[in-house]
Structures are given as structure tokens and as C-alpha cells.
């Protein structure tokens, strides 16, 4: 490997480690405004719905609203009801590759 390659990793280490210490060290000994820890936490609810939205609507390389060809979307609507009712990630992991494995070994 040359040593551009090298820099490009090192630089790239750097960017991804840099957000993720500066917060801690400067909130430290510091308490958190009570508006920060709220928004803050909506930051994980908000990336992960971003992911799964992208992947449940997107089907062969294009947006796809039909639940007859677009078969992510049912086992969606189960896993949104679960995810709902229990308020529990893991039961709705598990009922989300039941439902999505059931689907593709109907189809």
C-alpha cells in the first residue's frame, strides 16, 4: 500500500474519531441542558427509521409503493404494529425476520 493510501485512512480515522470524542470531553463534569438530552435522544429513532425507510420502499433498484411486487412492505406493517403494541426492539427484530423470511418463502 503507498503511503497516500495510508493518509487517506489515518485522515478518515481522524474525522469519524474526532465527533465522537469532543462531545465527551467537553460534557465531561458538565451537565447536559435538559433540550439537548431530549433532542438527543431522538437522534437514534431518527437515523434508524432514515435506514429502514430507505430499504423497505426501495425494491429492485426503484421506488416501489405495491405491496403485490413490493413484498418488504407487509412484513413492515407487522413489524411497525409489534414495535407499537410491545415497545421492544428485540420482539420486533425477531417478529421482522419471521415475518420477512415467511414472505420470501411464500413468494
Known sequence: MTIDKWIIIL???IATFIPRIVPMLFFKNKEMPPLLTKWL???PV???SALVFS???FWKDSFNLN???NIKLFPSIIVFFAAYKTKNIFIS???????ISLMLFAV
Open 11 to 13: 485522515g478518515s480515522a
Open 41 to 43: 435522544s431522538f437522534i
Open 46 to 48: 431518527a437515523i434508524f
Open 55 to 57: 430499504d423497505v420502499v
Open 67 to 69: 405491496p403485490i411486487i
Open 93 to 99: 427484530m425477531l417478529i421482522g425476520i419471521l415475518a
